[in-house]
Nanobody
Framework: QVQLVESGGGLVQAGGSLRLSCAAS????????MGWFRQAPGKEREFVAA????????YYADSVKGRFTISRDNAKNTVYLQMNSLKPEDTAVYYC?????????????????WGQGTQVTVSS
């Protein structure tokens, strides 16, 4: 089992920045990758970014490339999502997730454990 605790969400004006954090505990030695997804009201949960735990290879959705940066601190079992140049369309609940298997990380089905979500609201 892996437990995930997210923090860092909030309300920000368009053009502003936020940093999300997600701390993992439990069977962290088995983690292959960590990722972030988001879900806006009435929409499907969508991939935002992911990072492989050992090699640090990163993946991004086209909608956030150049604005968001994912990073990890393996010593702290924590993944971060630095979000810059935020837009109102970035408003969503952001979920941290962990994959224990080597699968394409853009798909929800690749992930085995999920956090409770943190709200990000970007005002225009």
């Amino acid at each position: 089992q892996v437990q995930l605790v997210e923090s860092g969400g909030g309300l920000v004006q368009a053009g502003g920045s936020l940093r999300l954090s997600c701390a993992a505990s439990g069977r962290t030695f088995s983690i292959y990758a960590m990722g972030w997804f988001r879900q806006a009201p009435g929409k499907e949960r969508e991939f935002v970014a992911a990072v492989s735990r050992s090699a640090g290879i990163t993946y991004y959705a086209d909608s956030v490339k150049g604005r968001f940066t994912i990073s990890r601190d393996n010593a702290k079992n924590t993944v971060y999502l630095q979000m810059n140049s935020l837009k109102p369309e970035d408003t969503a609940v952001y979920y941290c997730a962990v994959s224990m298997r080597v699968l394409p990380l853009v798909h929800k089905s690749a992930y085995d454990y999920w956090g409770q979500g943190t709200q990000v609201t970007v005002s225009s």
